[in-house]
């Protein structure tokens, strides 16, 4: 007499077979992360020896290979939202086209000192940006701005007021300008930025936090 042997169901919490659709989309993820993380080493690595930008003045070349770089970044990173609290914090110069920054940096020596960090302070929060450059071990000067939050990528800025500062001194300066800047990349680590003149910007997240 023939019997039948009874076959059991599968379970819907079976891991013997992959849903092919997850495998490609995890592959996917992989492969994104992989090129995110090739494309912001490649430019760090083509930033570290210019000197905050400074080298890179009179190198067409290697400004051509940065900005390239810059916007490989910008493309992986253009579906994210980088105008949220992740965007607040002490952020230090490591790279710029910004010639008004340069030039200071450039020629603090003429006024017996050399430039020490450059920063960005920013308190979404608040609504308030401070962009400081630092003459050790007394002098600053920076300019207060507020800002807006314009889009996921894009925040409105309109200068307040400038101060310069010795160890024993302050001068206040007259506000100027306004204008806004995408920050189109955005970790931990490091944000790069384009502004409304063509600019551009990157900087890491400071070891401390600035204050007036």
Excluded at 20 to 44: E, F, G, H
Excluded at 115 to 130: F, H, R
Aim: proline residues 6%.
């Amino acid at each position: 007499m023939a019997t039948s042997v009874p076959v059991p169901a599968a379970s819907p919490f079976s891991t013997s077979r992959r849903n092919p659709i997850l495998a490609r989309s995890s592959l996917t993820d992989q492969s994104s992360s992989s090129s995110l993380l090739s494309s912001k080493n490649l430019l760090l690595h083509l930033i570290s020896d210019q000197d905050r930008g400074l080298k890179t003045q009179s190198n067409p070349q290697k400004l051509s290979q940065i900005i390239d770089a810059i916007e490989n970044v910008a493309v992986l990173g253009r579906d994210s939202v980088t105008t949220g609290n992740s965007l607040s914090g002490t952020w230090r110069l490591l790279w710029t086209t910004e010639k008004e920054q340069l030039f200071i940096v450039q020629n603090a020596n003429w006024f017996g000192t050399r430039a020490g960090d450059v920063l960005q302070v920013i308190d979404v929060e608040k609504g308030v940006l401070n962009n400081v450059i630092t003459f050790p071990p007394d002098g600053v000067f920076f300019v207060r701005s507020n800002i807006e939050i314009a889009s996921p990528q894009r925040v409105n800025f309109r200068f307040t007021s400038a101060v310069l500062r010795g160890k024993d001194w302050e001068l206040p300066l007259p506000p100027f300008g306004q204008g806004w800047f995408e920050t189109v990349y955005l970790d931990a680590e490091i944000r790069v930025v384009k502004d409304i003149r063509g600019d551009y910007l990157i900087v890491d997240r400071a070891p401390y936090s600035w204050t007036a």
